[in-house]
């Protein structure tokens, strides 16, 4: 019988997350490697940043996401590179994971084309307006205060 095919993920967020329940199959072996052991919603940073939801409720360990499918490995470690010409990832504990087929799902990061300064300024920006739209505005007074100092 022929070996499965190796698939690797790099990233466990929505996208690599996505991807791995899609491979579930005995055809493919599939390793999801990830910084971090827990996928984020992050569309509810928002209500951890609040205090209405805890962090825990957000956050879910990778490996009982995927506990039910046997074709999947989930490896906690930091890719620092890759070599397509040889097929293989490289993590920054020197770990070498070769693949047959590799997804890169690690997410994004804003450029601030050199302004790093504009940084801080962004997220003041973003977490202003979520609040003065917030339903809960008036009881947000005392956070927003703390976020702009
Ligand atoms: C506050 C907030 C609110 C949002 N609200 C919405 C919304 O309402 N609707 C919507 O559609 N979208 C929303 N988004 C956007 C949405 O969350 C992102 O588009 C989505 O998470 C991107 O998924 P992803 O899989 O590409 O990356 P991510 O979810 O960022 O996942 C990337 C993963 O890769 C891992 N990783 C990165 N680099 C490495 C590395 N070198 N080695 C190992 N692992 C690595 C990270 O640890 C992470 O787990 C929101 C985002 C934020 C921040």
């Known amino acids: ?36 052991d827990y996928h984020l919603f992050q569309p509810l940073l928002h209500q951890v940043a609040t205090g209405s939801l805890s962090a825990g409720e957000i956050a879910s360990p990778l490996r009982s996401v995927l506990s039910r499918q046997k074709n999947t490995r989930v490896w ?3 890719v620092v590179d890759i070599d397509p010409d040889s097929k293989l990832v490289f993590l920054a504990d020197g770990t070498i994971v070769p693949y047959d087929s590799l997804i890169v799902a690690a997410g994004s990061q804003t450029s601030y084309f050199g302004h790093n300064e ?25 956070a927003w205060r703390a976020v702009v100092g």
């Open 118 to 142: 504009w940084r801080l300024m962004s997220r003041i920006t973003k977490i202003g307006t979520f609040i003065q739209s917030s339903p809960y505005a008036a009881d947000c007074g005392a």
């Open 76 to 78: 906690l470690g930091t």
């Open 1 to 36: 019988m022929s070996e499965p095919w190796k698939v690797v993920i790099i990233g466990g967020g929505f996208g690599g997350l996505s991807a791995a329940q899609h491979l579930n199959s005995n055809v493919v072996d599939v390793t999801l490697i990830d910084r971090r």
